[in-house]
């Protein structure tokens, strides 16, 4: 497939760090070698802490890896000494000596000077984690000093800085040796706060006494989620690279790479290109309980304390060793972490168009509401935005875990709080490169409590099963407010093997599509499979083991003429093969087919509530015997009336895939393998459901419409 480079502008722009092709050099030195023999022993104190610790053998190895040294002068190691009050080096413990010569070396032999020197500001990522597992911050800035020559002129001088976490000035760079390069800095590298750890800690110093959450912090640290929250940048990721076909498209701040030969033409005249990005990128969402809400709520006053709540909600891990992701303490943080940023528009779909679509419907009976895993082992989570009239926050509140409504008078769990910008003044917690965080009123505990309101259907849209397609940019973007820029019909698509939860053959093309007000679907998102695909998602998590209906979305040619084939679905637990769900599905027919037995409410009418009622029923019950359902009525993008909700549009419709127990703590595969189509093939999927029997089964009566 032939490729053409895209490229995008951004203020601050990530420029990408070039590792330039340089001759052998003549100085066969090791960097350890090297060292210890600069004339004047500038830096005996770094060697110092280098032998004493078993990274001196690490740089002094000719024959193994290569890296990239970031050495302090002996004055940027006493300086640092003096800002800590420490009289000598031999003073400072072991353990932080190692933690110092390991922050200052870097996996890899990177050249700093592929960066561009032609604009204000540039950052990135130094390509390759350091000896603690972390990764370091190069800023490029120039300024100007304006000096005077005469009292009558004045001139100036461009000034440029060098530095790394934005603190340690590059005094010199790019040092060429046997193992790698070395670049003199003028300051003990310090942990840089672009990262959620060291944002959440530099919060901790400035922040007012209510809004420390020093023991979350520690806990952090304590598990080593603190570790997994540094990850930004999967370097195996192959990105594109620069060449002249270079166009510059302003929307995304992105580099991308457009697939040529992958333009779709739809029946509206739109032409979309496909691209996919240019890097893969690893960010989180964090919700942080303050210490002074873990004393107030709970009477937790130490770390200690946090433990013993840890192993009385989880008290399967007591005996396991905190970084074990299966101990006590691993699960109530891990709980509180999402594999992917959400800012607060995010959460929910807060577009206007899609949320007056929603509250045209049937605000009052169900919320906005998304379902993402956590970092908790097989642990799931819903976020809700409730429009409950009379409330006095209709709309302005984001809960986690919540279960019915007020107005429904239906309200079982009241859900978990997220606080608003409101309630912490002065604090950014967004303000990381790799995502962000915010205060919650509670802990997050997935316990029985938490489970029974997570026993519910559980819609799943499908461009968050995947925290790739989140991470991206690809989810979320309402195509109209976008105006008329070149990505206004972009779709993203992705490389196999770098997007977790989805596999697919070389030959299946899939992406996530633009938002857009003409679609009328289900908050207007979709993610699309082209051509004789054969793809794999990985299920979410269910709360708890039970049986399940497991459905999906469908369209039909009525609405997307381009729409053909034929698919067959299959299912594999973990450990098992797959196991066809059925015949294969013919996706020509219309619902108002036989086969399906669509026909819209409004043609239902008997003339009085009970028969129409009856009616409507009725035909649920031979749909589903069928092996397919109508649309929800919760979202409503033609109207206000009845017959305006999705559930009476005869395009629409749900597909049973099956029936089947699934456990808790286990990993299930959905299949969808194309048997009868060809390359103009377009699917569009929006969104899964996962419903247990007690809902489908009308247990406590017959499952709503919403």
């Known amino acids: ?190 942990p840089s706060i672009y990262f959620l750890p060291e944002s959440l800690d530099n919060n901790n110093k400035n922040a ?114 905190d970084t074990d992701r299966n101990s006590s303490l691993y699960k109530l943080i891990s709980y509180h972490i999402l594999p992917c940023w959400l800012n607060r528009n995010m959460m929910n779909y807060t577009d206007r168009y899609v949320v007056d679509n929603y509250k045209k419907a049937c605000p009052d009976a169900i919320d906005m509401e998304d379902f993402y895993e956590t970092m908790h082992p097989y642990a799931i989570m819903r976020i809700s935005t409730p429009y409950d009239r009379g409330s006095g926050n209709n709309g302005k509140n984001i809960f986690i875990n919540r279960k019915g409504t007020i107005t429904a008078g239906n309200l079982e769990s009241k859900g978990i709080r997220i606080w608003r910008y409101e309630d912490t003044p002065g604090i950014s917690t967004a303000s990381a490169l790799n995502g962000g965080y915010y205060f919650v009123d509670s802990l997050l505990l997935f316990d029985r409590h938490t489970k029974n309101a997570l026993n519910t259907r559980m819609r799943v849209m499908f461009s968050t099963l995947s925290p790739d397609f989140i991470n991206s940019g690809a989810r979320g973007r309402m195509r109209q407010s976008m105006g008329n820029n070149p990505t206004s019909f972009a779709v993203y698509a992705f490389k196999e093997g770098y997007c977790k939860n989805v596999s697919c053959t070389p030959e299946t093309f899939f992406a996530v599509r633009y938002m857009d007000k003409d679609w009328g679907i289900y908050y207007s998102d979709e993610l699309a499979l082209r051509g004789n695909f054969d793809i794999t998602f990985r299920l979410p998590p269910v709360p708890s083991s039970g049986l399940y209906e497991i459905r999906i979305s469908g369209y039909t040619p009525n609405y997307y003429a381009e729409s053909s084939g ?53 035909n649920d019950r031979q749909m589903r015997s069928n092996g397919y359902m109508k649309y929800p009525d919760s979202y409503a993008p033609y109207g206000n009336s009845i017959s305006d909700r999705l559930r009476n549009q005869e395009y629409l419709f749900r597909k049973i895939v099956c029936e089947m127990y699934l456990e808790a703590g286990k990993d299930y595969y959905l299949r969808l393998r194309q048997v009868n189509g060809n390359l103009s093939t377009n699917i569009p999927l929006n969104f899964l459901e996962l419903v247990p029997h007690s809902v489908y089964s009308g247990e406590n009566g017959p499952e709503d419409r919403h």
């Open 1 to 190: 497939m032939k490729l053409k480079f895209i490229a995008f502008a951004a203020v601050l722009a990530l420029i990408p760090i070039v590792v330039c092709a340089q001759e052998p050099s003549e100085d066969n030195r090791t960097i350890a070698t090297y060292l210890e023999e600069y004339p004047g022993n500038i830096f005996s104190d770094f060697v110092y802490i280098l032998k004493k610790t078993d990274v001196w053998s690490t740089v002094n190895d000719k024959d193994g890896h290569r890296y990239t040294c970031f050495a302090p002068t002996n004055d940027a190691v006493r300086n640092w000494l003096s800002e800590r009050n420490i009289n000598s080096i031999e003073n400072i413990p072991l353990s932080s000596l190692d933690s110092i010569a390991r922050t200052h070396i870097c996996k890899g032999s990177y050249t700093l000077a592929g960066f561009v020197e032609d604009r204000e500001m540039a950052m990135d990522i130094i390509p390759g984690y350091n000896l603690m597992n972390r990764l370091l911050v190069y800023s490029y800035v120039n300024y100007t000093k304006y000096f005077y020559t005469d009292p009558e002129t004045v001139d100036s001088i461009v000034r440029y800085s060098n530095t790394i976490n934005e603190k340690s000035n590059i005094i010199s760079q790019d040092y060429l040796l046997a193992n790698g390069f070395v670049n003199v800095v003028d300051r003990i590298i310090e």
């Open 208 to 321: 007012s006494s209510a809004h420390k959450a020093t023991l979350f912090a520690q806990a952090l640290k304590m598990t080593g989620l603190s570790d997994t929250l540094e990850q930004y940048i999967d370097f195996s990721y192959p990105s594109p690279q620069f060449d002249s076909t270079l166009v510059c498209l302003e929307y995304m701040g992105r580099v991308a790479v457009e697939y040529e030969t992958a333009y779709e033409t739809f029946s509206n005249g739109h032409q979309q290109r496909a691209i996919w990005p240019d890097k893969r990128l690893f960010k989180y969402t964090l919700f942080v309980v303050t210490d002074s809400v873990l004393e107030s709520v709970y009477g937790i006053r130490t770390i200690n304390d946090l433990k013993a709540k840890a192993r009385s909600v989880y008290p399967e891990g007591a005996s396991l060793p």
């Open 566 to 618: 034929t698919i067959l679905y299959y299912i594999r637990k973990e450990g098992g093969d797959f196991i066809p769900c059925g015949t294969p599905v013919d996706m020509t027919i219309s619902p108002t087919d036989p086969k399906i037995g669509y026909i819209r409410d409004s043609d239902l009418d008997m003339g009085n509530e009970t028969e129409t009622e009856a009616a409507i029923t009725a």
